[in-house]
């Protein structure tokens, strides 16, 4: 069982993906389950090159994503083992990737996801919350289906005149990225830390990784930098880095709480 603000970290690093569960089953009406199984699967074509795809389904008419919905189900009847390849799916450009890697494969990948982020951040008919105070899950029963924020810089991480030196007069939340590593493949401090010096200069204040029990890897971690304005040159545009560490792959993306706001980084449990 994850420590509590290890949860916290990891509603917080799904906020686009949590906000468009409610709005598919608050707003569209679809199956919890379904939805559920739906986006591990964008989840899934995420890590194999369809960048920022949630938050770009997100961003559709309902019209749209309830078609795109559809097809998603009868990809996720593909990639399971001995199923027929539905003909109807022939020439749409989420089938055409499927068939690109093997069904061992995606459905490995997609049972991992399942796993380790949509049984944890999805509940039975909402998804998981963070309450006020930014420190502890919690069911949502009052807050209106289909109103999820959407992934974004905050100002202040897009434009600083701050000095780069002078970070003990800026807040570390808007210094900081959330990092999530791949299965089996998680990077040490030194790893990252060396990385990052290697691309961006001497930008780096501190790493925090999860704390993990004996023999298990940690999932995720978080990054400090010194200045804000490293953040938008990581993201290069997206609302997510997909990055390569000693060719270990390497999640990042901008450190925000519930409401899209800066978070206290005394509530991260690690």
Request: charged content about 25%.
């Amino acid at each position: 069982m994850a420590e509590i603000g290890s949860l916290v970290d990891l509603l917080l690093f799904y906020t686009v993906e949590r906000a468009l569960f409610n709005r598919m089953v608050g707003t569209l009406g679809k199956d919890p389950q379904q939805v559920k199984t739906t986006i591990a699967l964008w989840l899934l074509l995420e890590e194999i090159g369809y960048h920022d795809l949630i938050r770009t389904i997100n961003y559709q008419n309902n019209k749209t994503i309830e078609a795109l919905f559809n097809e998603a189900l009868l990809c996720l009847e593909y990639i399971q083992p001995d199923k027929t390849e539905p003909a109807v799916l022939h020439h749409t450009p989420v089938f055409e990737e499927t068939k690109n890697y093997s069904r061992d494969f995606m459905c490995k990948r997609y049972m991992h996801i399942m796993e380790t982020v949509c049984d944890k951040i999805f509940g039975e008919s909402g998804a998981i919350e963070v309450d006020e105070s930014g420190t502890r899950p919690v069911l949502s029963r009052d807050r209106p289906f289909g109103k999820g924020c959407y992934a974004h810089v905050p100002e202040a991480a897009r434009e600083s005149n701050l000095n780069p030196e002078a970070s003990k007069f800026y807040p570390e939340d808007v210094r900081t990225m959330f990092l999530t590593f791949s299965r089996g493949h998680p990077l040490t401090r030194e790893e990252i830390i060396n990385f990052f010096i290697s691309k961006w200069g001497d930008v780096v204040q501190d790493v925090f990784i999860e704390r993990t029990r004996p023999g298990q890897d940690p999932q995720f971690g978080r990054i400090v930098f010194t200045t804000s304005t490293v953040i938008p040159r990581v993201l290069n545009g997206q609302s997510k880095a997909k990055l390569l560490v000693n060719r270990k792959h390497l999640w990042a993306r901008i450190y925000m709480n519930r409401h899209g706001e800066k978070r206290k980084s005394q509530s991260m449990k690690f």
